[in-house]
């Protein structure tokens, strides 16, 4: 199930780290797949992924990766790190590195991206944590969330529309940004508010910045090692995805959700061995809790809400699966460089990643267009053969 690109990756690493073994002989290495390999081979999801990126190019976008674990050990059950490995570097003449919209390296499950309001479910945890639940109102209203960077920061929602009062669930679910920046403000107040109705914070960025310390610091426990600039660096747009991710690394941290709080670290390779069949290493690894029970079950719940997402997403979305309870959430950057499907299971969860290699902007299409359609087909071959 792992394709090709990461396969050498992995072989590279065990080998740069066990070496040659007795005689000369190079190691054999177990690597994850056995889940999915069932439900999609390597091949077929390879072809999903070419299939999608072929009809999204009308939309600009010239690459996607997709990577799939298993929450519960942590284990890499899939893993394509570019459209085609073997294909040349789109547009032709364009130089590696630099101007191309597509290379066959690296693998983008790697690097990092922004995520958009991917992100948005570690902040919402963060607010649980702090005693709230999903019936706390805040207003969805234009809002100045005050100085940041020098200049007063005054987001939009995606669709520039304004919902007044409403529930974190309905915030969360449907991606709402400016409820979802309103929360950085209930984790970082000293008070428990049940009505959040303020729509000027100037003067009031220290509190916002708190939310906002603890926000990434929860990312960080469940995974997240890219954010390591000063809070300033962020502001609270990182609500939006302001700041660089890995794919491997929010598909294990969305782990998290789907353990109900637990933290396995995200490994491929299962075992190695010499070339006897004597065992060298094997990986086993001890789950860490991370997230109180309830606290992963209510982002479980939210993001599994069809009906609560339908005024955005509507009932029929790429992220609904009848028969079948998933949790999903979906990213797009504002320069619609970046866009992202990431769900899950108790036994799976499944991340996809569309753009440019260049990081050049898409057409304005959401992650739910770009990248929900690989995810749809993914996780539902994996659903109908478990």
Known sequence: MIANDTMEILYERAQEEWGKIENNTLPVVYVGAATCGRAAGALETEEIIKKQVKINEKYQAFNAALVAISPKNGEILAMVGSKDWNSPPQPEGCIPGKNCLFEPYPNVAFLGRQPGSAFKPFVYATAFKKG??????????L????????????????????????????????????????????????????????????????????????????????????????????????????????????????????TEGLKTEPTAILKIEDSNGNLIMENKKNPRRILETGVAQLIND?????????????????????????????????????????????????????????????????????????????????????
């Not at 709402?176 to 729509?199: A, C, D, M, R, T």
């Not at 990182?238 to 991710?245: H, Y």
């Open 132 to 141: 709230y639940d999903d019936k706390v109102q805040v207003s969805d209203e």
């Open 143 to 258: 809002t100045n969330f005050g100085v940041w960077g020098q200049k007063e920061y005054i987001p939009q929602n995606y669709d520039g529309k304004f919902r007044g009062i409403v529930t974190l669930r309905e915030g969360l679910a449907q991606s709402l940004n400016i409820p979802s920046i309103k929360v950085l403000y209930l984790i970082g107040s000293n008070e428990k508010i049940e009505k959040l109705e303020i729509n000027n914070f100037l003067g009031k960025e220290g509190v916002l910045g708190e939310g906002l310390k603890e926000s990434i610091e929860t990312a960080k426990e469940m995974g997240i090692t890219t954010l390591t600039q000063p809070i300033s660096f962020y502001g609270p747009s990182i609500v939006l995805g302001g700041g660089e991710v890995k794919l491997l690394e929010m598909v294990s941290a969305f782990g998290v959700f789907a």
């Open 302 to 386: 939210i993001l599994a809400d069809n009906e609560a997402r339908a005024p955005i997403f509507g009932l029929k979305s790429p992220l609904y699966f009848e028969g079948f309870r998933v949790s999903a959430k979906t990213g797009t950057t504002d320069n619609f460089r970046d866009g992202w499907t990431i769900g899950y299971t108790p036994e799976v969860v499944v991340g996809v990643w569309v753009g440019n290699n260049d990081q050049s902007s898409m057409k304005k299409e959401p992650g739910i267009v770009v990248a929900g359609p690989i995810f749809h087909q993914f996780m539902e071959k994996v659903l109908t053969k478990q």
